[in-house]
């Protein structure tokens, strides 16, 4: 079992930043490929950013490539999403997920395992 806290989010003004944090516990944190993902009232819950087991790939999702990067920290249980340029709509409840996958798409909300209860992004225009 893992768990999956997330943090960082809040109220900004479009053009501003945020750092979301992902904070892991309860199993070895390196052994999972790690998503952030968003969803909006009335949307479908979307793909944001992936990053690999140990850091060395990464993935975007459309809706926030260019403006955002991940990473993640294998010795503090941590992935980070850094959003910057922030418009209103990439307002939405923010989450990270984790897979135990080898093998994944990191697209697919199928693929992961474990998910936080994510976070409040709000941008104001």
């Known amino acids: 079992q893992v768990q999956l806290v997330e943090s960082g989010g809040g109220l900004v003004q479009a053009g501003g930043s945020l750092r979301l944090s992902c904070a892991a516990s309860?199993?070895?944190?390196?052994?999972?490929?790690m998503g952030w993902f968003r969803q909006a009232p009335g949307k479908e819950r979307e793909f944001v950013a992936g990053?690999?087991?140990?850091?060395?790939?990464?993935n975007y999702g459309a809706s926030l490539k260019g403006r955002c990067t991940i990473s993640r920290d294998n010795a503090k249980n941590t992935v980070y999403l850094q959003m910057n340029s922030l418009k209103p709509e990439d307002t939405a409840g923010y989450y990270c997920?984790?897979?135990?996958?080898?093998?994944?798409?990191?697209?697919?909300?199928?693929?992961?395992?474990?998910w936080g209860q994510g976070t409040q992004v709000t941008v104001s225009s």
């Open positions: 309860g199993r070895t944190f390196s052994n999972y490929g």
């Open positions: 990053i690999t087991q140990l850091g060395t790939n990464t």
């Open positions: 997920a984790a897979t135990s996958r080898r093998f994944y798409t990191p697209e697919l909300l199928g693929h992961y395992d474990y």
